[in-house]
């Protein structure tokens, strides 16, 4: 019977790159594996991919990949005692000479971090670990007061969270890892150091329709930006690990349900990332507050949550997997789960896609279904479903691999390669096949099908048939049998008689 139904991204690393812990990740839960380009060679990340494909082979079904790509990666330069311990108040100068610093300067090889900040602005080094501020301005140099005692040292990173800098969120590495992701056939596309929403259009023409895009909200300069990056992007990764690096920490939760709000809202994918089971890096169980944190996500509503060095570099990858999966399970059976999930209305959109999913929504406080099937060329039907958050399973059915890879990652939806269909019996043939493959039929529980008239074309969605398995003896009588098509022009609901005998029967 049904799974769950928020999904989960494990990243892959040394501790799980291998086929049998891969294999033991997809049956432990994972739906989406995350490949970190901050790390690796194209070599590793290829190797990687393909034992990705050999497991989902033997699986049976479709997992998703996504790309992580690093983006901009502002350092200090180096010292030549290898860094310096700094008190409060003590001054530092930050320039441009490569030449190793000392106690009195060290190099900042990005202009455009001198040229946006003034005077007041706060630099961040070391995840926030090293607190400076600019109390002075001049050509090509920045004098510093340490806010709090600490340490600098080589090539520590630096976050500036004042101000939006006028760099890219792809970096010349960045390019050349999307061309060779592409390449690879990857289905998401994580895109890091967002600022506005122009970062999005222009890694969007790179990528064109050869994979989704996820923007990462991590930056506080994209946060002015919110509504009109979610309303570019595929997808969003509420990134907290720099997020949480560049605003004060009490932050976070809020902006976190805010963020999932504003994308449920918009029928976007929306994932939950960063620190989720950290202390299981390093011990087989999480705390409690981590357990709660899991669950938040749930409740929320989200696409689903990430796993990162958890899995990536842990002592107990599949541990983690598997307790990650169990916190989903446990919170998705608290009735208290839907009732708060159901407090963020859907807003839908003006067309037959959003009517249908509406009216599944009523036909489920009408009647028990045991499914949701919707056959989708492009995935929108699948997506948009999901985003009502109906209470019966969703299976996505496409004649496209790609699509259904790129289901994965989304709320509820099981999705499958399957024929392409051309006649609304057969439709209806093939959808009761696979819920009985997938387990998903139970006796007197209808299964709704979704489809677009004519077939295979995306953005059609315009059919919705409700059905009863064949030889379902707790259905209505077949002289009551009738179907319903909601058609995309004109007005009206048509009504006909059912067949019967092999065909499943139709009511309306």
């Avoid at 289905?187 to 023409?205: C, K, P, Y």
């Avoid at 509503?301 to 990430?306: L, N």
């Avoid at 004109?490 to 019967?500: L, V």
Wanted: charged letters at 25%; hydrophobic letters at 45%.
């Amino acid at each position: 019977m049904p799974g769950k139904n928020t999904k989960i991204i494990a990243t892959v690393g040394p501790a799980s790159a291998d086929e049998d812990s891969l294999r033991t990740l997809a049956e432990s839960g994972a739906d989406v594996f995350r490949l970190n380009f901050s790390h690796g060679t194209h070599a590793d990340h290829h190797a990687v991919y393909q034992r990705i494909r050999a497991v989902e082979e033997q699986l049976g079904r479709p997992i998703g990949v996504l790309i992580d790509l690093q983006g901009p990666k502002l350092r200090l330069g180096t010292f030549g005692e290898g860094g310096v311990t700094l008190a409060r108040g003590d001054r530092i100068r930050f320039d441009l000479d490569p030449t190793p610093g000392d106690a009195t300067r060290v190099a900042i090889p990005h202009p455009e971090i001198i040229d946006a900040v003034g005077v007041g602005h706060v630099l961040l080094v070391d995840d926030g670990k090293m607190r400076l501020q600019v109390v002075a301005k001049r050509d090509g140099v920045l004098e510093m007061e340490a806010l709090t005692d600490g340490r600098l040292s080589d090539r520590k990173g630096v976050n500036v969270p004042d101000v939006a800098l006028p760099l890219s969120a792809l970096t010349a590495k960045d390019r050349r890892d999307l061309t060779f992701g592409l390449e690879l056939g990857i289905d998401w596309v994580a895109l890091s150091f967002v600022q506005r929403a122009e970062d999005i259009a222009e890694a969007r023409a790179l990528i064109g329709d050869k994979a989704l895009l996820m923007a990462k909200i991590e930056k506080p300069s994209a946060l002015a930006e919110l509504e009109d990056i979610i309303a570019l992007a595929d997808g969003i990764m509420v990134a907290r690990g720099d997020l949480g690096v560049e605003l004060p920490p009490e932050d976070v939760p809020g902006l976190q349900k805010r963020i999932v709000r504003l994308c449920r809202r918009a029928g976007k994918p929306v994932v939950v990332a960063t620190q989720m089971l950290e202390s299981m890096i390093s011990a087989p169980a999480p705390t409690r507050a981590e357990a709660s944190d899991v669950a938040t996500a749930v409740f929320d509503g989200a696409d689903a949550v990430m796993l990162s060095a958890e899995t990536a570099s842990g002592k107990y990858p599949v541990d983690a997997l598997a307790m990650m999966n169990r916190i989903i399970a446990r919170t998705e059976a608290d009735p208290l789960q839907r009732q708060l999930m159901e407090a963020v209305g859907a807003d839908p959109k003006g067309n037959t896609t959003d009517a249908i999913g509406t009216a599944i929504r009523a036909v489920a406080a009408t009647l028990p279904l045991s499914a949701t099937v919707a056959f989708t060329a492009s995935g929108a039907t699948a997506l948009r479903i999901a985003h009502q958050r109906p209470r019966s399973p969703i299976l996505g059915l496409t004649p496209s691999q790609s699509v259904a890879r790129r289901l994965c990652l989304v709320w509820g939806v099981r999705s499958r390669r399957s024929v392409e269909a051309c006649a609304v019996e057969e439709i209806v043939n093939v959808a009761i096949e696979h819920c009985r493959a997938e387990g998903l039929t139970a006796p007197g529980q209808a299964v709704v099908v979704t489809a677009g008239v004519p077939f295979g074309t995306p953005g059609s969605t315009n059919l919705l048939r409700l059905a009863w398995p064949a030889g379902d003896t707790t259905a209505a009588s077949p002289s009551a049998e009738t179907e319903g098509e909601m058609p995309s022009r004109g007005s009206g609901f048509s009504r006909e008689r059912a067949a019967t005998g092999a065909t499943p029967l139709i009511r309306g």
